[in-house]
């Protein structure tokens, strides 16, 4: 049986979507998950659901919900597309999905696009709390649950997602709002190299835009407010931070 004290430690600051149509499954799901995340948002259908992922990012200014949680079969729009139109805006997001259906159409396609993994229905919520703890520990890389937030960048700097403020010996680094959300996106996933493509996605999803050449400028500017060595441009392929390990 899962151990709730640890799913707690990694689960309690972070954010998660529901997405399923039964009224009587969304609610009792609903009412466990609350036991455990910071912040939960339910929905009834997978239209419904993408609206509130983008409002989410969007009043976040760029962090997404850690992890989606979603039903294959619902009015609307379904979980294959809600996965697709998900995936395109954040192709790191962690999302698992539940379903009572077999069919290899619905599950190949998914399986395909990256889901974290699949949960039968009717649902176990002894699996489903497995499952949860499992990601959760993915998202926070096995950080200590107070530091979850906080990225260290090297022995001095430090940049933390929830208050969006990078810190040198604890003295404030300005950014500006666009240097904001490019942190934030690569910072979602540590290590993750993102593409010219993912950054003009990502900031068309939060209204805002920008090209090719203007992510360069802006990369110049940044790397001289950060340490030297710590954002990477990977020739043709993108740009990440470089994870740094006491």
Request: charged fraction near 25%.
């Amino acid at each position: 049986m899962i151990n709730s004290k640890e799913l707690l430690e990694y689960t309690q600051n972070l954010s998660i979507l529901l997405v399923e149509d039964h009224d009587e499954l969304r609610m009792n799901t609903d009412s466990i998950l609350k036991n455990f995340f910071r912040e939960v948002t339910s929905a009834e259908n997978g239209q419904e659901a993408l609206k509130s992922y983008l409002n989410y990012t969007k009043e976040s200014n760029g962090k997404f919900y850690d992890i989606v949680l979603t039903d294959i079969k619902m009015p609307k729009m379904d979980g294959v597309e809600l996965t697709k139109n998900i995936y395109e805006i954040n192709p790191s997001q962690a999302l698992i999905v539940l379903s009572a259906f077999d069919d290899s159409k619905y599950l190949l396609p998914l399986i395909n696009l990256g889901i974290e993994q699949f949960l039968k229905k009717p649902l176990d919520f002894q699996e489903l709390l497995e499952t949860l703890l499992k990601t959760s520990k993915k998202i926070t890389n096995t950080v200590p649950k107070n530091h979850t937030n906080t990225i260290k960048i090297n022995e001095s700097f430090t940049y933390n997602r929830e208050s969006k403020s990078l810190l040198n010996d604890k003295s404030n680094v300005y950014l500006t709002k666009y240097e904001i959300l490019f942190i934030q996106q690569l910072t979602t996933n540590l290590g993750k190299i993102y593409s010219n493509e993912d950054i003009v996605n990502n900031y068309l999803s939060l209204d805002e835009s920008i090209d090719a050449q203007n992510i360069r400028k802006l990369v110049s500017k940044l790397r001289k407010k950060l340490p030297e060595d710590s954002l990477e441009s990977i020739y043709g392929v993108g740009y990440r931070f470089i994870p740094f390990y006491d």
